[in-house]
């Protein structure tokens, strides 16, 4: 009957692979862009170019991409980080564990490459992030036994 033990932990182990490969490289990220006066730049395809630093909001920057997008009536476009059309570095090849690390978007409304700065924020932890604590915690634990 031993080998049932060994067949539920393969089974165990096959299964965290499975949710661990079905982790997304990407991050989304939104923003409501305004023109140089001030209105919103509605319905309209416009190029966006965001960057992650390491360091500091004016940090090295370790990834860059491109997207085009089409704002909605309110002028928010949403883009999906480490989908775009990459410039420099790679999104999965971030260590991010390396941190802190920043995200800055800038875009130009007329779909061109004038990029303006949108915004520049730190990256902060989400609920996957801080489940994943609590899992490798939970994996120390049963291990170191």
């Known amino acids: ?34 023109n140089s006066s001030g209105a919103l730049v509605a319905n309209r395809q416009v190029s966006v170019r965001v960057s992650i630093l390491q360091g500091s909001a004016e940090g090295t920057a370790v990834y860059v991409e491109k997207h085009s997008p089409t704002t909605n009536a309110n002028g928010l ?3 999906s980080v480490g989908q775009g059309i990459v410039e420099q570095g790679a999104f999965s090849a971030i260590n ?9 978007s800038e ?3 007329t779909g061109g490459e004038f990029y303006s700065l949108v915004t520049t924020q730190q990256l902060q932890s989400v609920p996957y992030a801080l489940y994943a604590v609590q899992a490798g915690t939970a994996i120390n634990a049963v291990t170191a036994h």
Do not use: C, E, N
């Open 77 to 79: 476009y949403t883009i």
């Open 1 to 34: 009957m031993l080998h049932k033990r060994y067949l539920g932990l393969i089974a165990f182990l096959m299964l965290a692979v499975a949710a661990v490969a079905q982790v997304p490289q990407s991050m989304m990220s939104q923003a409501v862009l305004r």
């Open 107 to 109: 875009a130009d409304p």
């Open 96 to 104: 991010w564990a390396s941190g802190p690390y920043f995200i800055k």
